[in-house]
């Protein structure tokens, strides 16, 4: 070992450990044999015990205190087998005995090497990252990660005192990855990366692909082995297979998990804890399905985990990734569908996370027309790069994968798609056909979509996506991105509209009301009062509703009727389903004091009989896709403010009449056509004393006359209660 050997080395100059540190045939003096060298510092002597407890002292190359003086090595003629060894090292706080990482060969094969940089390794969070395992009989833990740029790559952490020069990693040729067998570090260790740029600036970076991290504040890569829960959700899984969304019922409850719940003294629930609660009220109140907004790892509590800095790991703030995994079991087992919010728009720029990852912009477009999100301050993947499509597809499959997963709803697809997504003139970059569209995006969304539905039958995949693009919802070999489904934010925001408008008014505004059955089968369509429409100034659902107390009620009765009642699949963020009064704050747990009001336990009565009744009635969900499964029967009537229509099965006898009044005045004698002759009887009735409301209605049900009405020979005559409707089926 020279002087210009250890500079080069210190310096990061020579990028392959391996060239220098571990055993290796040698020649010296003209005789042949084996060369021990490693890089100990602080060590006063080290000595090899390879196989048979067969020893080697190896000597410093240089006086105590100089650079040289850490790097010890030994010349031997025997044979070796280039088997794992072990070192014992003596420091002054004692000895040490460990196996020399730079004694084992690499771990990675060339295939996994080649799929990565192809873009086609849908497995590649078993290779990349941090995996407890045993390699050459011994057990360890093996690192890998993509930094193709770098001039070095060193594993700091816990085991190493966070320093980088004791474990450089083993550069794989032009693949860009960067990998290490650490035989002495071990689950719950924490580490991070120290990329040496090609400027020779030092960055210390979190692990892409690390499944574990700390709680922030603290932004450190925690080892976790994923291989060790129990899962006893067999049942569910195995009827997953077979399952056809598109034709069942789907009544989700959107939720923010810091924010659902709290312990008395503001501390969060952990995911045991959750599931405990949570299940039981969820099965409860008849939702079907749960949809988490985003629980990968994110620094800032405030971005409600929307800009994530740990795609691969389940936030810590909860606890591990297996109490999560006991969340997802008990739903399941209680026959409760998981869908997990995911972000592959944009992420942000924490220094510690993806941002220039490895002196370059990796993961980024270096310029910032197409690598900027202005109206987030936040970074845009580059979805034409291989490896970067791999991260993200295979992110997507991981959760359905290591936390069986069930659907994923992808956050802020427009911004996605369009490469004019708000920006002005000169602040994008047309695509290569010189249109919006950004094609890389779109390639990545099919990719996603496809390979989710090939390799997991039964998971679902859900586009935020807010614009008119055409085919969201359609498969990709007829054209379509592959969603099963999209959130119809147009809906959304009309029916609030309407909705918030004083019940005098709302006459002359029907065509919110009823616009969006126009294009309702142009896409598998989720109707959504999501998490978006009750914070930043935009009040609650409660609030949002015009009068008094009561009416307040009422009218929060009407929509989540009216939204049961249309066709599409629904969805509910959490407080809707009470009346939460105040607006949503990530902060702090929800108003669950008001459930003690009667009027927001007469809420719940109701949601719970509107899951009920939805579950029961397969009108309500067969042909949410197709157009014959909805017929109006009156949508004119704006002078009394009455909207009515049919919801049918494949079944005709399964069909149900909807009849709503957005008025605070009762109808007395209000004749409807209707298609039978028969006893129609109510199902519910949302202004029924048990959910707060007058009891006008029914009584019950009645039969239809031979009076024609609405170009049908026989009628009813209704008596409509206030701000409220009926649900009938004919017997």
């Known amino acids: 070992m020279d002087q210009i050997l250890c500079d080069n080395f210190l310096s990061g100059l020579i990028a392959d450990p391996f060239a220098v540190l571990g055993a290796r045939p040698a020649r010296v003096d003209g005789k042949s044999g084996v060369l021990f060298r490693a890089y100990l510092p602080e060590a006063k002597s080290v000595t090899a015990i390879l196989a048979g407890d067969q020893t080697v002292t190896l000597v410093p190359q240089g006086p105590p205190n100089t650079p040289l003086s850490a790097f010890f090595e030994a010349f031997q003629t025997f044979d070796h087998d280039f088997s794992p060894y072990r070192l014992r090292a003596e420091f002054e706080t004692g000895a040490v005995t460990f196996y020399d990482a730079y004694s084992f060969p690499p771990v990675l094969g060339e295939l996994d090497l080649f799929l990565w940089n192809q873009g086609n390794h849908y497995r590649i969070y078993d290779k990349l990252g941090a995996h407890p395992m045993v390699h050459r009989g011994v057990r360890g833990v093996h690192f890998a990660v993509w930094a193709p740029s770098a001039r070095r790559v060193c594993l700091v952490g816990d085991r190493n005192l966070w320093d980088g020069r004791r474990l450089s990693m083993r550069p794989r040729g032009s693949s860009g990855v960067w990998e290490i067998f650490a035989p ?12 040496t740029t090609q400027g020779g600036d030092l960055l210390i970076k979190a692990d892409p692909m690390g499944f574990y991290m700390e709680m922030r504040p603290k932004t450190a890569s925690v080892v976790y082995n994923l291989d060790q829960y129990q899962w006893g959700d067999e049942g569910w899984m195995s009827g997953r297979r077979s399952a056809n969304r598109l034709t069942e019922p789907m009544s989700i409850y959107e939720i923010h998990l810091g924010s659902w719940r709290r312990h008395p003294d503001g501390s969060w629930l952990t995911y045991r804890e959750v599931a405990d609660q949570l ?6 109140l008849g ?16 971005s409600w985990g929307y800009q994530v800095s740990g795609y691969y790991a389940i ?24 869908i997990l919010d995911w972000v592959p728009a944009h992420f942000p720029r924490d220094s510690f996370a993806l941002e220039y990852f490895d002196g370059t912009h990796l993961y980024e477009h270096a310029d910032p027309r197409q690598g900027a999100h202005s109206d987030w301050g936040t970074l845009v993947f580059n979805y034409g790069r291989n490896e970067v499509k791999n991260f993200l597809v295979a992110n997507a499959l991981f959760f359905c994968d290591a936390y069986h997963i069930d659907g994923l709803r992808v956050d802020a697809v427009a911004s996605m798609i369009y490469l004019d997504y708000s920006r002005k003139e000169g602040e994008w970059i047309p695509n290569r056909f010189g249109g919006r569209e950004n094609l890389e995006a779109l390639e990545m969304l099919k990719t996603l979509n496809t390979k989710i539905y090939e390799l997991f039958p039964g998971a679902l995949t859900i586009a935020e996506e807010s614009t008119a693009f055409a085919a969201v919802s359609r498969p990709v070999h007829l054209g379509g991105l592959g969603f099963m489904f999209k959130w119809n934010m147009g809906w959304m925001h009309d029916m609030l509209d309407f909705m918030s408008k004083d019940p005098l008014f709302r006459r002359y505004h029907m065509d919110r009301l009823t616009f969006a059955l126009l294009y309702a089968f142009h896409e598998n369509f989720c109707l959504p009062l999501s998490h978006d429409e009750v914070v930043y100034g935009k009040r609650s659902l409660w609030d949002k509703m015009p009068g008094d107390y009561w009416r307040k009620c009422a009218n929060l009765r009407l929509l989540l009727g009216y939204m049961f009642a249309e066709p599409g699949k629904k969805l509910l963020f959490m407080g809707g389903e009470f009346g939460q009064i105040n607006e949503w704050d990530h902060a702090r747990a929800l108003s669950w004091e008001l459930t003690e009001r009667p009027e927001h336990r007469g809420l719940l009565n109701f949601v719970r009989d509107l899951n009920k009744l939805y579950a029961s009635e397969p009108a309500l969900f067969e042909r949410d896709y197709d157009w014959r499964g909805f017929e109006w029967i009156d949508f004119h009537d704006s002078d009394s403010t009455v909207v009515s229509f049919l919801r049918h099965g494949r079944n005709p006898a399964d069909s149900i009449l909807f009849v709503f009044n957005f008025t605070p005045v009762p109808h007395q004698g209000y004749r409807l056509g209707v298609p039978k002759m028969g006893y129609w009887r109510e199902l519910i009735n949302s202004d029924a004393s048990s959910y707060g409301g007058s009891d006008v209605g029914l009584g019950g049900g009645l039969r239809s006359e031979s009076s024609p009405s609405h170009g049908r020979a026989q009628s009813l005559s209704l008596t409509l209660p206030p701000l409220g409707f009926l649900a009938l089926k004919c017997f």
Request: aromatic fraction near 20%; charge should be negative.
């Open 315 to 338: 936030t810590s703030r909860f606890g591990t990734p297996d109490d999560f995994r006991y969340l997802v079991d008990r739903c399941h087992r209680e026959g409760i569908g998981v």
């Open 279 to 284: 299940v039981p009220y969820l099965k409860d």
């Open 287 to 302: 939702f079907n399905w749960l949809e988490f907004m985003p629980l990968a790892e994110h620094p800032f509590d405030a």
């Open 184 to 195: 002495y570090f071990r689950p719950g260790d924490r580490y991070k990366f120290e990329i």
